[in-house]
């Protein structure tokens, strides 16, 4: 949230001018760069028209919320109105989307899309909007997770007329998703006074801000809702464009009998997982012929594992990208490739016999193989060789073969704690982004610090988890790791560090010694007790990450420095150029540091680099026993007393 008061003080700082300074300076602090023109331009424009109705309704004591950050996402609403119900007594909110739009008219296809000049491609209709920031709040805030019926959406086009948006109206309405237009602002204005009272809304602003953020809803914990039962990821903004241009496709695909490619992409954490599974679930229970396939032996196991516990079939919807090179041409409606960065450039392998290997690429039988292929990546994920899944190659592919390619971008984040500070300060860490290392300035997304030993760490994520949290442990690819284990032998101990001794995650598919197999690492609660490495990692997501630095990647004078003989990954070749393995060990440090959603422990087996770290952290100068201390302190703040003191 950037700024809270109440209307009749808004109004007033609007009138001042100092609100659209105040806001873009708290916007700097916590997203560490200046707010587009575009984005001030729009507070200058809609704030004031909202802070009006608000005030001319008779409603200036009623707490606006700007720029409310939804928990667990880097997705914001313009503004949350807290107020007290003018008939219950009861805590009230609205939650308000703001457009300057004109015009606008519904997509041909889909009236919850909508075409804007503005926009080379369609956007989600504002009512469908704001009535997925409603759905999320409700899943995520405990404040209304019992009390659904406390809070209401609307979507104000504070500039249209009838004749400019009419057709927007075609969307379907309902309590968390309503539409009104400024040549008809008295509607508005009698819909606030129905969910709003006179009365001051600041308590119900404090109770709205104190209430229990709900743990994720993990990919893997609610997959098997999903694909059996519907019980649906709830979907904001882009995520919601990607799926419905997705069975749109589809339907133009059955109805005309033609075919087409689509692209999403988007970094870690965006939601991409999310969208195919929801995908799958949706087209599996319309009877369309539609499987899911990704690179990611780990990925694919655990789908099977969760989403087929009760329904064996259901485990047959989870592919490899190498399973289609016998596949006949569109003999599928969908394929949703997800993870389709890591497709490499042919399917054969050693193993393929004579009469399949045809030299055929890899993407060529994906695309060949369904009437709707969807490709769903991170071109910033690739850290094997050969891994080639990239936009340009799919775009290419397709208009090589004559089809049309549609590409949607995400750009919400929900990894992480959907804190962007955080992804910021990873990737200018390992220098996948320009400017320079940061120093880490505390949000309340995401959790950071750095411990003075592998000990230290263990101990600290074990603590998250007797409190009810996942924790895993994650390191480098820098020590050798035992393949095979003898029958009734416990795991060797590869990963050392002075006096401390852990295992690798198994290598395979069966489990050893009470240890889950590989693919099983991050979700089977006994994959706690050993080191996990990215092939295992990638794709998962835990409450805290521990991430040990190996001799690899250390920091020397100002600036990174790979080694590759500290590299035990048999992936790399001596064939493999040093700049190919440079970028490929940044990047699998990327993933790494990027598996937590509360929080994450970092820490250097090299003195220097953890210096680096510490001061980067914590700041220079402060004694260990001081940071470890005070992080310990702020964490329990952070996460024991903050209601408490929210209230008080």
Known sequence: MLFRDSAAAVAAECLSGALFFRLTEQFVHMHGHKPSPSEVRSWERSIPVLASALNDAGLGQVEMLLEYGLPLNSRR???????VHPHTGQPSYVVVELKQWSSAEPDDDDPSLCRVDAYAHPVLNPVDQVRGYCNYLVSFNGALADHPDRISGAAYLHNATEFGVGGLF?????????????????????????????????????????????????????????????EQFVLLDEQLVAYRMVLNAVRRAKQSDHKEVVVVTGGPGTGKSVIALSLLGELYRQGITALHATGSNS??????????????????????????MTAERNSLDVLICDEAHRMRETSANRYTSAANRTGKAQIDELI????????????????????????AEIEATAAKKGLACQVVALDSQFRCGGSDAYLRWVVRLLGLESGGTLRWE?????????????????????????????ARMSA????????????????????????????????????VGGAPPAALWATDPAG??????????QGFEYDWSGVILGPDLVWRGDQWVTDRTASKDPVFKKSTPDTDVDRLIRNTYKVLLTRGMVGTVVYSTDAETQAKLRELVHGAGLPVAS???????????????RSAELRS
């Not at 990925?299 to 289609?324: C, H, I, P, W």
């Not at 480098?476 to 852990?502: F, S």
């Open 77 to 83: 609403a313009d503004a949350v109105l807290a107020g």
């Open 170 to 230: 075609e969307a379907e309405q309902d309590a968390y998703g309503q539409l009104f237009i400024g040549a008809r602002r008295g509607e508005l204005i009698d819909y606030l006074r129905t969910r709003l009272g006179a009365d001051s809304g600041a308590t119900a602003a404090d109770e709205l801000l104190a209430g229990k953020v709900g743990p994720s809803k993990q990919l893997m914990a609610v997959a098997a809702q999903e694909v059996r039962e519907r």
């Open 299 to 324: 990925f694919t196991t655990t789908m099977r594992k969760v989403a087929g516990a009760r329904k064996r079939e259901v485990q047959s919807l989870f592919k490899y990208f190498n399973s289609f």
């Open 368 to 391: 060949d193989a369904a009437r709707v292929p969807v490709f769903l990546l991170d071109e910033h994920q690739v850290v094997r060789p050969g891994e080639m899944g990239t936009v």
């Open 442 to 470: 505390p949000d309340d997304k995401m959790q950071l610090m750095v411990t003075e030993s592998p000990q230290e760490m263990e101990e600290f994520l074990a603590g998250r988890r007797a409190q009810g949290y996942g």
């Open 476 to 511: 480098g690819y820098c020590w050798k790791w035992t393949k095979k284990v003898p029958p009734g032998q416990a795991l060797p101990t590869d990963v050392v560090i002075g006096d401390w001794e852990r295992p690798w995650n198994v290598f395979g598919d069966r489990a």
């Open 528 to 537: 706690f007790g050993q080191v996990g490495c990215v092939y295992t990692a």
């Open 627 to 641: 940071i470890r201390q005070g992080l310990q302190d702020a964490w329990r703040r952070s996460h024991s007393d």
